[in-house]
């Protein structure tokens, strides 16, 4: 197999185009944007039709991202965002992936094609087969699948042998149920995305509040006296989140925004909902923006918190919340003392700001009793990471702004249910309390050690101490860091499986042997043996719901997460007590199971057939902090950036263009940053493109240093733009083969894709 199946440059550019950056977010051109994907991939009427069914009460969840759906009225026009309408135009397309597909197209010859290519070859509609040694996938029985899968679990040495991975689009059902059979095969090797994007705010969070969710809920956004954005585009990641920056604003509240990158969406918004006000001139969001420097984070809230402290002291009492520093929390004193010893000089350096406009920052957020902090990948994909967010807390208990109606923590979850996932127990590292319940209701003896996270599994299959890979939606060789190194890992394995509802690279990076498992989209009718089925899903906020498809199924041969999970475990667990064949038949049977194991879970069956579904417990947002090992909220002392740069060096942090999701590619368009028709770029300042002898348009190699160690990325545009020096911006999944999977954070292990230490090599 050739290495072009994993990611190498083009042979040619695509013919990169630049235009100017829009001055607003959203608006009349995202609703045409959206309809054209809906027309070229679904069809005008048909695609109408199911755009009037996303995210309503009656309808389907959008597969794209976890951001909430309003509690009472709901947009007919438009109650979801650009992005939401290209995953369900995916989702729905007309194109198909065959058995002649594959028959027609070998594995070399598909592993040309860029992710985009591939995505756009439609949906899979059969089970697939790769014999060892074959360039082709032929196609295979779902039993023959079934049974190839359950004699490789059953040869292992071991369970632990065995990684069973799970991407957030899963349902509540399919998560638990697919839990349940990993556990009673034997392990806790259940790594999920999460690893790579929140585990930073999850351990966080847990240890100084007690529970590893964000506070607090959508209309909390209405309440707010300020919102800080901090790490996040919600312009092109969660574009819904604009409407609630809107009523911020609407009703008094400021907003301030944090990030290296200047965007779009942060500075103005033309609410897509309303046609009366497309042509309008939109609502200025950000009152303050700070360009903070890559991982200057901690340094600049350590800033803001001196400054804050100095004006406690000026006049006691004006600025914290003694009564609920006293009452609620414990650390204050050392947290306090800490501070004092930081030198203020040192810690602006590294914020690349002036100190006046860190000021006016302080300023905004003295005197409100009501801030919510809002944050993403920007702040959770480094070494410090969990220290960010602990310092965000810590803020906001100075204030007592959590556990109150327009205050409290909103960690922005990427992919839908991927918060609900980890509440059915997708989880390598589960309570012993859900362990104790699984036993008890299910009557068998679940591992109490630990399993393998995402980083942890990789590195097992690259030693070969894991030889077989499930992987439960997702492209796990673009999500993952470390490109070549993961690819080694996924090869080594016996037998790679991988459950999906389309083509894409993870499909191609494969074991010696390898099965494509084709999956119910959200958008489908799902009818078992007892009839119509629902699923639900839980959102970044706590909200369980459900979820009903209304399409019929693309193909004969599909079935559902679920229905695949129980033939799995049929051909798996010969002795098994428990009837998977029925849970599968009956979703209300999971249901009923996860009541009786999961606490908050009451009356399941009933409250999540309820128009818009039921909020989870959440302690925090009650102001109950006894969940902590302190049992009171925690203040922490946290660590600034330890990356020293050497001459030429720069940090490189990836992200998303506006014309993709995660891993999935809709076009190769990032219009919010005026570069079109082309995703190998890197943006840099442009101060250091003439000090690096680079111009505009000149193709470069980035080279990443680690330990010794360097990783190579060929042929990329320089693309001069607004960032702070030193620091440069690029397109994953291009540039993940940068990131050293042994470059992770501290406590959550997520790999540190944010702070990517590069040198830029100009090609000749």
Same mark, same amino acid.
């Given at each position: 197999?050739?290495?072009?199946?994993?990611?190498?440059?083009?042979?040619?550019?695509?013919? &990169?185009?630049?235009?100017?950056?829009?001055?607003? $977010?959203?608006?009349?051109?995202?609703?045409?944007?959206?309809?054209?994907?809906?027309?070229?991939?679904?069809?005008?009427?048909?695609?109408?039709?199911?755009?009037?069914?996303?995210?309503?009460?009656?309808?389907?969840?959008?597969?794209?991202?976890?951001?909430?759906?309003? +509690?009472?009225?709901?947009?007919?026009?438009?109650?979801?965002?650009?992005?939401?309408?290209?995953?369900?135009? !995916?989702?729905?397309?007309?194109?198909?992936?065959?058995?002649?597909?594959?028959?027609?197209?070998?594995?070399?010859?598909?592993?040309?094609?860029?992710?985009?290519?591939?995505?756009?070859?439609?949906?899979?509609?059969?089970?697939?087969?790769?014999?060892?040694?074959?360039?082709?996938?032929?196609?295979?029985?779902?039993?023959?699948?079934?049974?190839?899968?359950?004699?490789?679990?059953?040869?292992?040495?071991?369970?632990?042998?065995?990684?069973?991975?799970?991407?957030?689009?899963?349902?509540?059902?399919? $998560?638990?149920?697919?839990?349940?059979?990993?556990?009673?095969?034997?392990?806790?090797?259940?790594?999920?995305?999460?690893?790579?994007?929140?585990?930073?705010?999850?351990?966080?969070?847990?240890?100084?509040?007690?529970?590893?969710?964000?506070?607090?809920?959508? +209309?909390?956004?209405?309440?707010?006296?300020?919102?800080?954005?901090?790490?996040?585009?919600?312009?092109?990641?969660?574009?819904?989140?604009?409407?609630?920056?809107?009523?911020?604003?609407?009703?008094?509240?400021?907003?301030?925004?944090?990030?290296?990158?200047?965007?779009?969406?942060?500075?103005?918004?033309?609410?897509?909902?309303?046609?009366?006000?497309?042509?309008?001139?939109?609502?200025?969001?950000?009152?303050?923006?700070?360009?903070?420097?890559?991982?200057?984070?901690?340094?600049?809230?350590?800033?803001?918190?001196?400054?804050?402290?100095?004006?406690?002291?000026?006049?006691?009492?004006?600025?914290?919340?003694?009564?609920? /520093?006293?009452?609620?929390?414990?650390?204050?004193?050392?947290?306090?003392?800490?501070?004092?010893?930081?030198?203020?000089?040192?810690?602006?350096?590294?914020?690349?700001? @002036?100190?006046? !406009?860190?000021?006016?920052?302080?300023?905004?957020?003295?005197?409100?009793?009501?801030?919510?902090?809002?944050?993403?990948?920007?702040?959770?994909?480094?070494?410090?990471?969990?220290?960010?967010?602990?310092?965000?807390?810590?803020?906001?208990?100075?204030?007592?702004?959590?556990?109150?109606?327009? $205050?409290? =923590?909103?960690?922005?979850?990427?992919?839908?249910?991927?918060?609900?996932?980890?509440?059915?127990?997708?989880?390598?590292?589960?309570?012993?309390?859900?362990?104790?319940?699984?036993?008890?209701?299910?009557?068998?003896?679940?591992?109490?050690?630990?399993?393998?996270?995402?980083?942890?599994?990789?590195?097992?299959?690259?030693?070969?101490?894991?030889?077989?890979?499930?992987?439960?939606?997702?492209?796990?060789?673009?999500?993952?860091?470390?490109?070549?190194?993961?690819?080694?890992?996924?090869?080594?394995?016996?037998?790679?499986?991988?459950?999906?509802?389309?083509?894409?690279?993870?499909?191609? /990076?494969?074991?010696?042997? $390898?099965?494509?498992?084709?999956?119910?989209?959200?958008?489908?009718? @799902?009818?078992?043996?007892?009839?119509?089925?629902?699923?639900?899903?839980?959102?970044?906020?706590?909200?369980?719901?459900?979820?009903?498809?209304?399409? +019929?199924?693309?193909?004969?041969?599909?079935?559902?997460?679920?229905?695949?999970?129980?033939?799995?475990?049929?051909?798996?667990?010969?002795?098994?007590?428990?009837?998977?064949?029925?849970?599968?038949?009956? #979703?209300?049977?999971?249901?009923?199971?996860?009541?009786?194991?999961?606490?908050?879970?009451?009356?399941?069956?009933?409250?999540?057939? &309820?128009?818009?579904?039921?909020?989870?417990?959440?302690?925090?947002?009650?102001?109950?902090?006894?969940?902590? #090992?302190?049992?009171?909220?925690?203040?922490?002392?946290?660590?600034?950036?330890?990356?020293?740069?050497?001459?030429?060096?720069?940090?490189?942090?990836?992200?998303?263009?506006?014309?993709?999701?995660?891993?999935? &590619?809709?076009?190769?368009?990032?219009?919010?940053?005026?570069?079109?028709?082309?995703?190998?770029?890197?943006?840099?300042?442009?101060?250091?493109?003439?000090?690096?002898?680079?111009?505009?348009?000149?193709?470069?190699?980035?080279?990443?240093?680690?330990?010794?160690?360097?990783?190579?990325?060929?042929?990329?545009?320089?693309?001069?733009?607004?960032?702070?020096?030193?620091?440069?911006? =690029?397109?994953?999944?291009?540039?993940?083969?940068?990131?050293?999977?042994?470059?992770?954070?501290?406590?959550?292990?997520?790999?540190?894709?944010?702070?990517?230490?590069?040198?830029?090599?100009?090609?000749?």
């Amino acid at each position: 197999m050739t290495k072009k199946t994993i990611a190498q440059p083009p042979e040619k550019f695509t013919g &990169i185009k630049e235009t100017e950056i829009p001055k607003s $977010a959203v608006g009349f051109k995202a609703v045409l944007s959206a309809l054209t994907h809906i027309k070229e991939e679904v069809g005008i009427i048909k695609g109408i039709g199911l755009l009037a069914k996303l995210n309503q009460k009656e309808g389907f969840d959008c597969p794209g991202c976890a951001w909430p759906d309003p +509690d009472e009225k709901r947009a007919f026009l438009a109650e979801y965002c650009e992005n939401g309408a290209k995953a369900v135009a !995916e989702e729905a397309t007309k194109n198909r992936v065959s058995p002649l597909f594959f028959a027609t197209h070998s594995i070399t010859e598909l592993g040309h094609l860029s992710d985009f290519e591939l995505g756009k070859k439609g949906r899979l509609t059969h089970p697939m087969y790769l014999r060892e040694g074959a360039k082709h996938y032929e196609e295979i029985q779902w039993e023959d699948a079934f049974n190839l899968i359950g004699k490789t679990l059953n040869n292992l040495n071991s369970p632990d042998e065995a990684v069973f991975y799970t991407s957030g689009r899963t349902s509540n059902e399919a $998560a638990y149920l697919y839990q349940l059979f990993v556990r009673q095969f034997g392990t806790n090797n259940l790594p999920d995305c999460s690893n790579m994007c929140h585990e930073s705010s999850g351990s966080a969070l847990t240890e100084t509040l007690g529970i590893g969710k964000g506070s607090v809920t959508l +209309d909390d956004f209405k309440h707010a006296d300020l919102v800080i954005v901090i790490g996040q585009n919600p312009g092109t990641n969660h574009p819904r989140m604009l409407t609630a920056l809107g009523e911020t604003k609407k009703n008094g509240g400021k907003i301030i925004s944090i990030n290296p990158l200047p965007e779009v969406g942060l500075k103005n918004f033309i609410d897509p909902q309303n046609p009366l006000k497309w042509l309008g001139s939109g609502v200025d969001l950000s009152d303050l923006f700070l360009q903070v420097k890559i991982n200057g984070d901690v340094a600049l809230l350590k800033v803001i918190l001196m400054l804050l402290n100095k004006k406690e002291k000026e006049n006691p009492g004006s600025v914290f919340d003694h009564e609920f /520093i006293e009452q609620k929390t414990q650390g204050f004193d050392a947290f306090i003392a800490d501070l004092e010893k930081q030198n203020l000089q040192n810690l602006i350096m590294q914020t690349g700001l @002036d100190q006046s !406009e860190i000021e006016k920052a302080a300023e905004m957020i003295a005197n409100p009793k009501k801030i919510i902090v809002c944050w993403a990948m920007g702040l959770t994909q480094h070494k410090n990471a969990v220290d960010n967010i602990r310092e965000i807390v810590n803020l906001l208990l100075l204030k007592g702004s959590i556990g109150k109606q327009g $205050a409290g =923590t909103c960690p922005v979850r990427g992919h839908s249910n991927v918060q609900g996932d980890r509440t059915m127990g997708i989880w390598e590292k589960p309570s012993k309390q859900f362990l104790n319940a699984l036993d008890s209701h299910f009557e068998f003896k679940s591992p109490r050690k630990h399993g393998l996270d995402v980083i942890d599994s990789i590195e097992a299959m690259h030693a070969k101490k894991a030889s077989f890979f499930l992987g439960m939606g997702g492209n796990f060789i673009s999500a993952t860091p470390d490109t070549e190194f993961t690819a080694t890992a996924l090869r080594n394995c016996d037998l790679t499986v991988h459950i999906s509802t389309k083509i894409n690279r993870s499909h191609l /990076i494969h074991g010696k042997e $390898a099965l494509i498992l084709p999956c119910l989209g959200r958008t489908e009718k @799902d009818i078992q043996v007892s009839g119509e089925q629902f699923v639900s899903v839980e959102n970044s906020m706590g909200v369980v719901s459900k979820s009903v498809g209304h399409l +019929d199924p693309l193909s004969d041969y599909l079935k559902s997460e679920t229905a695949i999970v129980a033939g799995i475990a049929n051909a798996t667990l010969l002795e098994s007590k428990v009837n998977w064949t029925a849970m599968s038949d009956n #979703y209300d049977m999971i249901r009923d199971a996860i009541e009786a194991t999961i606490p908050g879970f009451d009356n399941f069956n009933k409250r999540v057939r &309820i128009d818009g579904g039921f909020y989870l417990p959440n302690n925090a947002r009650e102001n109950d902090f006894s969940r902590t #090992y302190t049992t009171k909220a925690n203040f922490t002392i946290n660590e600034t950036s330890d990356i020293v740069l050497e001459k030429n060096q720069f940090l490189m942090m990836t992200i998303r263009t506006h014309d993709q999701y995660n891993t999935t &590619i809709y076009g190769l368009n990032d219009r919010y940053r005026g570069v079109l028709n082309e995703r190998r770029v890197i943006f840099m300042n442009p101060q250091d493109m003439e000090m690096s002898g680079l111009q505009k348009h000149d193709t470069v190699d980035l080279v990443s240093h680690f330990e010794g160690q360097e990783r190579h990325a060929k042929q990329f545009i320089v693309i001069p733009y607004s960032i702070p020096r030193q620091c440069t911006a =690029t397109y994953f999944p291009e540039t993940n083969v940068l990131v050293p999977l042994q470059s992770k954070a501290r406590i959550s292990n997520t790999p540190t894709s944010k702070t990517v230490v590069i040198s830029v090599h100009k090609r000749k």
